[in-house]
């Protein structure tokens, strides 16, 4: 037994105490845990992929469509580059705040002008396309939902639960002020 008398010896280490009455934003902890470093990960990769795609096997795809299907090529090619800039953007800017080369506030105000919404898909378009294209914009499509989720939550601030007990105290007063 440890000289606490309670059989633990172990040492937990440091204990981080929150110094204010805030709330948990469990956004902001999974921007800072694994989750997010995998999400960053795949997301730098699908802006890797699609580059060698455009820049590689899908010239040879375009030169062997229809001029309808070339146009889509060209306008799908062009939406989905964008929407991976604005994506690899939000992704960096997180980073940046997870690794303190930012603070939480300019890069809430650097979100502002990202455009995580973009154009909505056109099936239409989609369907005169290389399937290689195809996967690279359904998987930019996951990967923004996954990330307005994210943005959603961080600009959503975290409600502050009622403090009972301070309730309790404040009907307490008022009932002996008044007498």
Known sequence: MGSSGKGNDRDDGPRH?????????LAERRIASQVFAELFREGMELVDETAAYLDGAGRGDSHTLSRPALAAYAQQ???????LMQLASWLLLQRAVTEGEMSAETAQRER????????????????LLPEPLVALIRRSYV???????????????????PNAVAGQIGRLRTAFERH
């Open 112 to 127: 502002g002008r990202i455009d995580l919404q973009g154009p909505a898909p056109d099936e239409e378009q989609e369907a």
């Open 17 to 25: 105490e929150r110094r204010d009455d805030r709330p948990i934003n």
């Open 143 to 161: 990967l923004q939902r996954l990330i307005g989720q994210l943005n959603t939550a961080l600009d959503t601030p975290a409600e502050t639960p």
């Open 77 to 83: 090619s062009m939406r989905l580059s964008t929407r």
